[in-house]
């Protein structure tokens, strides 16, 4: 079973290192409203592994990030945010 | 010209749900959560039922009135919830005790004012449940 897990709060809220310990690897990460500012934390992402990072590419946009995130995170619209959760068994957001 | 290839590309609906806890005010996710169910409706899938619970009841009171150049996203969740005949329930305890009231509670309480959508209706956890255990996917907004 693949969960796609959500964080829409900031990386001072700790969020991520909360539900790290649960991710599996054939999970997904997507980060989303203030749950952007992680594309800058490039060292708590990479130790994920090799699951895919997703970004709401409009999120970013808002907050002047899109040019500033590293090659881990792909930037996704609504559409396919809606996708993802069609793809994956199960979604849990943290916030 | 070649016919498109039918069913090749096309994925099949999927039955949402989805879960607001922020009210309109107070954070980025009721705004989300619309947009969200505006996409989803645009492709394709199927919304079982739109939850609101704790703070998330806001999104549908009626009387919120917003600075001209901002969204009134009470009135955006009202016309898309109408346009889409779409299952919209509040949760009858959070609305309540936040002054989130049908007519009928404002009665029930002596109270001069209602203040809830009548796009939206009041009811209990068990829409919660039924939403879980009915939907493909459950969202939450927060």
Redesign the interface.
């Known amino acids: 079973m693949s969960i796609l897990f959500t964080i829409s709060k900031p990386p001072a809220l700790g969020l991520l290192e909360s539900c790290q310990s649960i991710i599996e690897g054939s999970d997904a990460l997507l980060l989303l409203e203030d749950g952007v500012y992680y594309s800058l934390r490039e060292d708590l992402i990479r130790p994920l592994g090799r699951i895919p990072i997703y970004c709401l590419e409009e999120d970013l946009l808002a907050r002047g990030l899109a040019e500033k995130t590293f090659e881990l995170i792909q930037q996704v619209n609504y559409e396919r945010f809606v996708k993802l959760c069609t793809e994956y068994s199960k979604v849990v957001s943290w916030f | 010209m070649p016919r498109p290839d039918r069913g090749f590309c096309l994925?099949p609906a999927?039955k949402?749900a989805v879960v607001v806890?922020s009210s309109p005010a107070s954070?980025?996710?009721a705004a989300?959560a619309y947009?969200?169910v505006?996409?989803?409706l645009?492709?394709g899938?199927e919304l079982y039922r739109l939850f609101f619970i704790a703070d998330g009841v806001e999104n549908a009171n009626r009387l919120t009135v917003t600075p001209q150049d901002e969204t009134n996203l009470p009135q955006q969740w009202h016309g898309l919830i109408t346009k889409y005949k779409l299952d919209s329930v509040a949760c009858v305890s959070s609305a309540i005790r936040r002054g989130i009231l049908t007519p009928e509670e404002a009665d029930r309480h002596n109270l001069d004012a209602h203040t809830l959508l009548d796009s939206t209706e009041i009811a209990g956890l068990g829409q919660l449940i039924d939403a879980a255990v009915n939907a493909?996917?459950?969202?939450?907004?927060?």
Not at chain 2, 136 to 142: C, E, K
């Open positions: 994925s999927v949402f806890y954070s980025q996710a989300s947009q969200f505006r996409t989803l645009n492709e899938h493909d996917r459950l969202v939450h907004f927060g």
